[in-house]
């Protein structure tokens, strides 16, 4: 069964670029069936989709982060990324990566266990 | 921006029925998911395309749609369902993912 992980630094200064990476095991990431996302939630509130990528190098951003995120893929190594520029501490979250399908839906499963990011100096 | 409306909190006891409501203009063009989150885990699916339930969910999870509304019904509740429920639908062109504030179950 397909499984994600997220990885990358736990702590980011004002002002400077978070970058994480979701690596995907048990399945191919370029299966062509599915888009792969990022979404976060803040302590204590609720889930805030980011954006997501096909395989194809396709993506959708949320339009109030769009202008600060960038996601890409590396079928390669069969990760996917997030690039989140300028951040602030409201940009502090557990961030989460998964997969939905690429027709007949938008749900998430799986989902990575999810990363803790915070944002200060 | 598209939002999706959930109260913030539902209190039942146990084996009680509770009901969790979430509303968006779109739900009748978009299907509706739903997502449950125990503390410091990941969220897990409970319900897609409405009132689907995957493999593994306890059949006492149920959902529905009438119109802007969809409803997650979870029938005689148990103490291990106190948890955050989620919705989760799309904007009317399906390329804008959007989750709803989020439900506090309680079981009482």
């Known amino acids: 069964q397909v499984q994600l992980q997220e990885s990358g630094p736990g702590l980011v200064k004002p002002s400077q670029t978070l970058s994480l990476t979701c690596t995907v095991s048990g399945g191919s990431i370029s299966s062509g069936s599915y888009y792969w996302s990022w979404i976060r939630q803040p302590a204590g509130k609720g889930l805030e989709w980011i954006g997501r990528?096909?395989?194809?190098?396709?993506?959708n951003y949320n339009p109030s982060l769009k202008s600060r995120v960038t996601i890409s893929v590396d079928t390669s190594k069969n990760q996917f990324s997030l690039k989140l520029s300028s951040v602030t501490a409201a940009d502090t979250a557990v961030y989460y990566c998964a997969r939905s399908p690429r027709a007949m839906g938008n749900w998430f499963d799986p989902w990575g266990q999810g990363t803790l990011v915070t944002v200060s100096s | 921006s598209y939002e999706l409306t959930q109260p913030p909190s539902v209190s039942v006891s146990p084996g009680q029925t509770a009901r969790i409501t979430c509303s968006g203009d779109?739900?009748?063009?978009?299907?509706a998911y739903w997502y449950q989150q125990k503390p410091g885990q990941a969220p897990v699916l409970v319900i897609y395309?409405?009132?689907e339930r995957p493999s593994g969910i306890p059949e006492r999870f149920s959902g529905s749609s009438s119109g802007t509304t969809v409803t997650l019904t979870i029938s005689g509740v148990q103490a291990e369902d106190e948890a955050d429920y989620y919705c989760?639908?799309?904007?009317?062109?399906?390329?804008?993912?959007?989750f709803g504030g989020g439900t506090k179950l309680t079981v009482l």
């Open positions: 990528i096909y395989t194809s190098g396709s993506t």
């Open positions: 779109a739900l009748p063009k978009q299907y």
């Open positions: 989760q639908s799309a904007d009317s062109s399906g390329t804008f993912v959007v």
């Open positions: 395309k409405d009132s």
